[in-house]
Protein backbone atom coordinates (compact mmCIF):
# COMPACT_ATOMS: atom_id res chain seq x y z
CA UNK A 1 0.00 0.00 0.00
CA UNK A 2 1.38 3.52 -0.92
CA UNK A 3 2.52 5.65 2.27
CA UNK A 4 0.39 8.99 3.09
CA UNK A 5 2.06 11.87 0.99
CA UNK A 6 2.71 15.36 2.49
CA UNK A 7 2.89 17.46 -0.19
CA UNK A 8 -0.81 18.71 -0.32
CA UNK A 9 -2.99 20.30 2.49
CA UNK A 10 -6.38 20.07 1.59
CA UNK A 11 -9.50 22.37 3.31
CA UNK A 12 -12.87 21.32 2.58
CA UNK A 13 -15.62 24.38 3.08
CA UNK A 14 -19.51 23.08 3.23
CA UNK A 15 -21.88 25.39 3.13
CA UNK A 16 -25.01 26.39 5.57
CA UNK A 17 -27.28 23.35 4.52
CA UNK A 18 -26.70 19.61 5.94
CA UNK A 19 -27.05 18.31 2.16
CA UNK A 20 -23.64 19.75 1.61
CA UNK A 21 -21.58 17.35 3.70
CA UNK A 22 -22.08 14.38 1.97
CA UNK A 23 -20.59 15.06 -1.12
CA UNK A 24 -18.07 16.61 0.62
CA UNK A 25 -17.69 13.41 2.94
CA UNK A 26 -17.21 11.06 -0.27
CA UNK A 27 -14.24 14.10 -1.38
CA UNK A 28 -12.61 13.64 1.84
CA UNK A 29 -12.72 9.80 1.72
CA UNK A 30 -11.02 9.65 -1.78
CA UNK A 31 -8.37 12.13 -0.79
CA UNK A 32 -7.41 9.99 2.09
CA UNK A 33 -7.84 6.33 0.78
CA UNK A 34 -7.11 7.25 -3.07
CA UNK A 35 -4.82 9.96 -3.56
CA UNK A 36 -3.30 9.05 -0.08
CA UNK A 37 -3.39 12.76 1.32
CA UNK A 38 -2.12 12.50 4.85
CA UNK A 39 -5.45 12.87 7.23
CA UNK A 40 -3.44 15.51 9.60
CA UNK A 41 -2.90 17.69 6.17
CA UNK A 42 -7.07 17.65 5.77
CA UNK A 43 -9.29 19.99 7.47
CA UNK A 44 -12.80 20.83 7.19
CA UNK A 45 -14.54 23.66 8.03
CA UNK A 46 -18.99 24.13 7.69
CA UNK A 47 -21.42 27.06 7.53
CA UNK A 48 -23.54 25.75 9.25
CA UNK A 49 -21.15 26.05 12.66
CA UNK A 50 -19.15 29.09 11.46
CA UNK A 51 -20.23 32.95 9.92
CA UNK A 52 -18.40 34.04 7.33
CA UNK A 53 -15.58 36.16 9.01
CA UNK A 54 -14.13 33.74 11.46
CA UNK A 55 -14.72 31.13 8.96
CA UNK A 56 -12.38 33.32 6.85
CA UNK A 57 -10.29 33.61 9.64
CA UNK A 58 -9.77 30.07 9.88
CA UNK A 59 -8.95 29.75 6.07
CA UNK A 60 -6.22 32.38 6.71
CA UNK A 61 -4.84 30.04 9.45
CA UNK A 62 -4.90 27.34 7.25
CA UNK A 63 -2.80 28.92 4.68
CA UNK A 64 -0.60 30.40 7.33
CA UNK A 65 0.09 26.14 7.78
CA UNK A 66 0.75 25.30 4.50
CA UNK A 67 3.23 28.30 4.68
CA UNK A 68 5.05 26.60 7.74
CA UNK A 69 5.05 23.35 6.12
CA UNK A 70 6.37 24.56 3.13
CA UNK A 71 9.64 26.14 4.80
CA UNK A 72 9.98 22.84 6.73
CA UNK A 73 10.06 20.52 3.67
CA UNK A 74 12.04 22.93 1.83
CA UNK A 75 9.76 22.01 -1.37
CA UNK A 76 6.38 23.25 -2.86
CA UNK A 77 3.34 22.71 -0.38
CA UNK A 78 0.45 22.91 -2.69
CA UNK A 79 -2.87 24.52 -1.29
CA UNK A 80 -6.16 22.60 -2.14
CA UNK A 81 -9.61 24.24 -1.23
CA UNK A 82 -13.11 22.89 -1.90
CA UNK A 83 -16.10 24.51 -1.47
CA UNK A 84 -19.49 23.14 -2.37
CA UNK A 85 -22.41 25.65 -0.94
CA UNK A 86 -24.01 28.74 -2.19
CA UNK A 87 -22.49 31.06 -4.13
CA UNK A 88 -23.91 34.43 -5.71
CA UNK A 89 -22.12 36.84 -7.90
CA UNK A 90 -21.08 38.49 -5.31
CA UNK A 91 -18.90 36.05 -3.64
CA UNK A 92 -19.42 32.31 -2.07
CA UNK A 93 -21.75 32.11 0.56
CA UNK A 94 -20.47 29.47 3.62
CA UNK A 95 -22.74 31.18 6.25
CA UNK A 96 -25.86 31.84 3.11
CA UNK A 97 -24.31 35.58 2.64
CA UNK A 98 -22.09 36.17 0.49
CA UNK A 99 -18.29 37.02 1.01
CA UNK A 100 -16.22 38.29 -1.44
CA UNK A 101 -13.68 36.05 -3.26
CA UNK A 102 -11.12 39.11 -3.30
CA UNK A 103 -10.78 37.73 0.29
CA UNK A 104 -9.47 34.47 -0.21
CA UNK A 105 -7.39 36.19 -2.93
CA UNK A 106 -5.44 38.04 -0.15
CA UNK A 107 -5.56 35.44 1.79
CA UNK A 108 -3.96 32.55 -0.65
CA UNK A 109 -1.27 35.62 -2.20
CA UNK A 110 1.37 34.67 -4.39
CA UNK A 111 3.65 32.06 -2.18
CA UNK A 112 1.76 28.92 -2.27
CA UNK A 113 0.79 27.20 -5.29
CA UNK A 114 -3.01 26.28 -5.12
CA UNK A 115 -6.27 24.45 -6.53
CA UNK A 116 -9.54 25.79 -6.00
CA UNK A 117 -12.25 23.58 -7.01
CA UNK A 118 -15.00 26.03 -6.33
CA UNK A 119 -18.67 24.34 -6.52
CA UNK A 120 -21.42 27.30 -6.74
CA UNK A 121 -23.85 29.13 -8.17
CA UNK A 122 -21.76 31.41 -10.41
CA UNK A 123 -18.55 30.07 -9.43
CA UNK A 124 -16.61 31.16 -12.10
CA UNK A 125 -16.72 34.32 -10.92
CA UNK A 126 -13.95 33.40 -9.00
CA UNK A 127 -11.76 32.76 -12.09
CA UNK A 128 -12.49 36.51 -13.15
CA UNK A 129 -11.42 37.73 -9.66
CA UNK A 130 -8.15 35.60 -9.08
CA UNK A 131 -7.67 36.92 -12.84
CA UNK A 132 -7.25 40.08 -11.89
CA UNK A 133 -5.31 39.73 -8.85
CA UNK A 134 -2.61 37.93 -11.31
CA UNK A 135 -3.13 34.62 -9.71
CA UNK A 136 -4.25 33.29 -12.56
CA UNK A 137 -3.17 32.07 -14.81
CA UNK A 138 0.66 31.09 -13.90
CA UNK A 139 0.13 30.78 -9.92
CA UNK A 140 -2.42 28.28 -9.43
CA UNK A 141 -5.62 27.28 -10.81
CA UNK A 142 -9.83 27.14 -10.08
CA UNK A 143 -11.96 24.67 -11.64
CA UNK A 144 -15.58 26.09 -11.26
CA UNK A 145 -18.77 24.65 -11.67
CA UNK A 146 -20.32 26.81 -13.84
CA UNK A 147 -19.56 30.36 -15.28
CA UNK A 148 -19.75 33.59 -13.24
CA UNK A 149 -23.46 34.08 -14.86
CA UNK A 150 -24.97 31.26 -14.43
CA UNK A 151 -26.49 28.50 -11.77
CA UNK A 152 -24.96 25.64 -10.40
CA UNK A 153 -26.90 22.40 -9.52
CA UNK A 154 -26.82 19.32 -7.19
CA UNK A 155 -23.91 16.61 -6.73
CA UNK A 156 -23.15 16.02 -10.58
CA UNK A 157 -19.78 18.63 -10.87
CA UNK A 158 -18.50 16.89 -7.78
CA UNK A 159 -18.87 13.54 -8.77
CA UNK A 160 -17.81 13.78 -12.41
CA UNK A 161 -14.82 15.67 -10.90
CA UNK A 162 -13.89 12.50 -8.39
CA UNK A 163 -14.60 9.76 -11.67
CA UNK A 164 -11.94 11.58 -13.28
CA UNK A 165 -9.82 11.74 -10.69
CA UNK A 166 -10.08 8.27 -9.45
CA UNK A 167 -9.32 7.49 -13.63
CA UNK A 168 -5.99 9.87 -13.53
CA UNK A 169 -7.61 11.95 -15.82
CA UNK A 170 -7.56 16.05 -15.83
CA UNK A 171 -11.21 17.66 -15.75
CA UNK A 172 -12.13 18.72 -19.00
CA UNK A 173 -16.01 18.59 -18.91
CA UNK A 174 -17.39 21.51 -20.55
CA UNK A 175 -21.50 20.58 -20.17
CA UNK A 176 -22.70 19.11 -17.49
CA UNK A 177 -26.68 17.96 -18.66
CA UNK A 178 -29.17 16.72 -15.96
CA UNK A 179 -31.59 15.26 -18.63
CA UNK A 180 -32.64 11.39 -17.31
CA UNK A 181 -30.57 11.87 -14.00
CA UNK A 182 -32.07 12.18 -10.73
CA UNK A 183 -30.09 14.06 -8.27
CA UNK A 184 -31.97 14.12 -4.79
CA UNK A 185 -29.69 16.96 -3.44
CA UNK A 186 -31.32 19.49 -5.55
CA UNK A 187 -34.62 20.67 -3.78
CA UNK A 188 -36.79 22.24 -5.83
CA UNK A 189 -40.32 22.33 -6.77
CA UNK A 190 -41.62 19.75 -9.22
CA UNK A 191 -42.15 21.84 -12.00
CA UNK A 192 -38.86 23.46 -11.31
CA UNK A 193 -37.25 19.64 -11.80
CA UNK A 194 -38.84 19.85 -15.22
CA UNK A 195 -37.13 22.64 -16.36
CA UNK A 196 -34.22 21.65 -14.55
CA UNK A 197 -34.14 18.43 -16.58
CA UNK A 198 -33.39 20.03 -20.00
CA UNK A 199 -30.43 22.51 -17.90
CA UNK A 200 -26.81 22.67 -18.97
CA UNK A 201 -24.22 23.18 -16.82
CA UNK A 202 -21.18 24.84 -17.80
CA UNK A 203 -18.23 24.38 -15.65
CA UNK A 204 -15.18 26.08 -16.41
CA UNK A 205 -11.57 26.51 -15.44
CA UNK A 206 -8.11 28.13 -15.94
CA UNK A 207 -4.47 28.70 -14.70
CA UNK A 208 -2.07 25.83 -14.25
CA UNK A 209 -2.93 21.95 -14.81
CA UNK A 210 -2.84 20.44 -11.13
CA UNK A 211 -5.34 17.94 -11.14
CA UNK A 212 -2.39 15.52 -10.84
CA UNK A 213 -2.31 16.42 -7.16
CA UNK A 214 -5.68 14.36 -6.60
CA UNK A 215 -5.08 11.40 -8.54
CA UNK A 216 -5.84 7.66 -6.93
CA UNK A 217 -1.97 6.64 -6.78
Not at 8 to 24: A, Q, T
Not at 111 to 117: A, K, R, S, T
Not at 160 to 188: C, H, M, T, V
Amino acid sequence: MATFRKDVSVLLISGNEERYFPELKAFADHLIADARIHPSYLEYLSGRMHTNDPLMDQVDDFVHRVRERQKLQNLDHHFVLVYHGHGLPAGFCPDGAPTPYQGLADIIGFDVPFLFINSCCYAGEAIEVFRDNKLLPHRGSVIASSHSYKPSYGTLFLDELLDAYRNKQPFRRRKISFLGQADESIQLPETKKEELKRYVQHPTRAGLGLDHLLYSQ
